[in-house]
């Protein structure tokens, strides 16, 4: 802290007095650990504001408010900030509407009517909702809400007979227009909303924030989109609240009727939250759900259900429907080799998930004895589609029993998952447990997809079997290491930009622990860790050639390149070398790479040791 400070004073000093150098300095990586510190280091009036006005870090503007910045930066803030929401207000007076049937709502906002922000002012809206999580201007938010929702009601009455030609449900799609779907441009309030329901917020946990929503909630004029603001606003907060379930109890009879999807969504996910709430709040949080008419829409009535589920309603029903569940287990265990009782046994298995008495499913499959749960799942595992739900997790405990006949139904995961997969990363997920499984028990080597010419297939088989061999305990490790010189070969077929996507997919999904899996030698899940000087290289590469960096899935964007640099260069600072640290230092100046750059030539530096790097 004692050099941040130094440091803050002496970036000051050295701007002579020019604005235009502070914002240079606060814009760099460099300083991204002290730029409160340099705001609050100038001492000057008139040179604070400048740079305040050209200030684009919602973080620092936190901080201002905050009191950390000083009083005189504080103020300005507080100043803008009411100038900002009166813009707002505008804004929201002024939107329209287009009914355009393309996307996912078939809305689109009229740009036209939209507000140009500066990049300063996009900075000052990100920092609203700590503002707003602080229990501050709640009331100026609700009053633009307020005003928005009068033009959503004006366009309903505007745009019905176009609705309806081209069957738009014109209620819901406004509303996720809206307050949902961030489209680019898209009104300021929208993006506060994306924020408040991001889940970064957590620390709002506080009773004070959950006594101004409870205040407000027990208005009786609210609109769909004051409620839907309110339960972001109190989403950690008012679960905490004894007063949460009568509050949703009352939002479900006062606003059910008439709320759009998403409300409808949000609604029943506050109810499912209260699962910790006394017997009697339970009850009458079950009665009013129980009571909704029944919706012809599926992700509705599944969250209803779900809700019903968390509060326990069907807890009776679930004990009863277990003797149903074990007469059908029983059943598929009696005809193990016929497809259409392994079916059966798969959708067993996802009814411990995603049921409504999945409580029945998850104790009956549990009781079995351990040699006939394996049969059972063996026979789920057989079952499945390769697209269905929870499969990575039905690996995982088909691996724990330790049985190398297991390796027979995994091949058929180690081939390469659609490009257009639904969930891509339980995709990666199976594909790579396949591997690591079908190794770890010295199963059959599985095969290279020749039929995949793609650079970026080729580059996730090769991650696949570097899995599978450096799980192989029957072999000696060298000749685990020269089976994987192949697929290291095509890793380091950097020129295709192919390599670092596939390693990244690779590591990065959640798996679970695997340290519970029988054999004899530990699972190795990591490509990086097992070969942590040629990763390295690719990664060098890679980031020397980001623009050619390309992803396996159809769905690539610039922010997934963006994310792989970024681990590419967390890794170089775990397992490069000294020589990476010009590399490193190069790229601590690009604003959007520079603060990994920098963490990571503090964490190479910390691993040198008279020039030597530690452990290598």
């Known amino acids: 802290m004692f050099f941040n400070v130094f440091a803050a004073e002496s970036v000051v000093r050295r701007a002579g007095g020019q604005a235009a150098a502070l914002s240079t300095a606060l814009a760099s990586p460099q300083h991204a650990d002290r730029r409160d510190l340099i705001v609050g280091a100038i001492d000057d009036n008139v040179l604070l504001l400048a740079v305040l006005d050209e200030l684009t870090d919602s973080q620092v503007f936190t901080a201002c408010l905050a009191g950390v910045c ?8 507080e100043a803008r900030l009411d100038e900002l929401l009166i813009r707002m207000r505008s804004e929201a007076s002024g939107v329209l509407f287009n ?9 689109a906002l009229d740009e036209k009517t939209l507000t140009i922000w500066r990049d300063a002012e996009g900075a000052l809206i990100r920092a609203l909702p700590t503002v707003l999580l602080g229990g501050n201007r709640v009331e100026a938010v609700l009053d633009i809400i307020a005003v928005l929702d009068r033009r959503i009601g004006e366009a309903m009455q505007s745009l019905r007979d176009e609705a309806a030609i081209k069957k738009i449900p014109l209620r819901s799609a406004l509303f996720s227009s809206t307050y949902v779907i961030q489209h680019v441009p898209s009104l300021a309030i929208s993006q506060v909303f994306s924020r408040l329901h991001s889940g970064f917020f957590r620390e709002s946990r506080t009773s004070a924030l959950a006594q101004i929503v409870e205040a407000k909630f027990s208005a009786d004029n609210l609109s769909p989109g004051q409620v839907y603001f309110l339960l972001a606003l109190g989403r950690w907060a008012l679960h905490r609240s004894s007063a949460a379930p009568q509050l949703i109890v009352g939002l479900i009879q006062r606003h059910w009727a008439r709320a759009p999807y998403h409300l409808r969504l949000t609604i029943a996910q506050a109810a499912a939250e209260c699962y910790q709430a006394d017997d009697a709040d339970r009850v009458a949080l079950i009665h009013a759900l129980e009571e909704l008419p029944e919706s012809q829409n599926m992700f509705i009535s599944s969250s209803i259900v779900e809700a019903l589920e968390r509060l326990g309603a069907f807890e009776d029903s679930a004990r009863e429907h277990e003797s149903v569940v074990r007469e059908e287990v029983t059943g598929c265990l009696a005809n193990l080799e016929d497809p259409e ?8 298995y996802n009814a411990q998930f995603d049921h409504p008495l999945s409580a029945a499913y998850f104790t009956v499959v549990r009781e079995l004895a351990d040699e006939e749960r394996k049969r059972f799942l063996m026979m789920a595992a057989k079952g499945a589609k390769d697209s269905s739900f929870f499969l990575s997790s039905l690996i995982i405990e088909l691996a ?14 180690t081939e390469l998952p659609p490009t257009d997969s639904f969930v891509p990363q339980e995709a990666i997920a199976v594909f790579s447990l396949a591997h690591i499984f079908l190794g770890h028990f010295g199963s059959a080597t599985p095969l290279w997809p020749a039929a995949s010419e793609d650079p970026a297939g080729q580059a996730l088989a090769a991650c696949g079997l570097i899995l ?17 010189e192949q697929p290291l070969t095509i890793l380091a077929q950097f020129e295709l930009g192919a390599a670092l996507n596939a390693v990244h997919s690779c590591e990065q999904v ?16 990591s490509v990086v860790n097992y070969f942590p000087m040629a990763i390295a290289e690719v990664f060098r590469q890679a980031l020397l050639h980001p623009t050619i960096q390309r992803g396996y899935f159809d769905h690539f964007r610039d922010s997934d390149r963006h994310q792989i640099l970024q681990f590419a260069i967390t890794t170089l600072g775990r397992h490069g070398t000294s020589g990476d640290l010009a590399l490193l230092r190069l790229l601590a100046a690009d604003p959007d790479l520079g603060v990994g750059a920098i963490n990571a030539i503090r964490l190479l530096e910390h691993r040198t040791v008279d020039g030597a790097i530690r452990n290598q």
Do not use: K
């Open 400 to 413: 724990s029993f330790g049985d190398s006949d297991v390796g027979a139904i995994l091949c058929r995961w």
């Open 468 to 484: 599978y061999w450096c799980n192989r305990g029957d072999l000696d490790d060298e000749a685990r290491r020269v089976a994987c």
């Open 341 to 348: 009782s392994c079916r059966r046994a798969y959708a067993v």
């Open 99 to 107: 009914l355009t049937g393309q996307g996912w709502d078939g809305v």
């Open 70 to 77: 000083g009083a005189p930066a504080r103020e300005w803030i």
């Open 510 to 525: 959640w798996i679970g622990d695997l340290a519970h899996i029988p054999g004899g030698t530990a699972v190795e899940r």
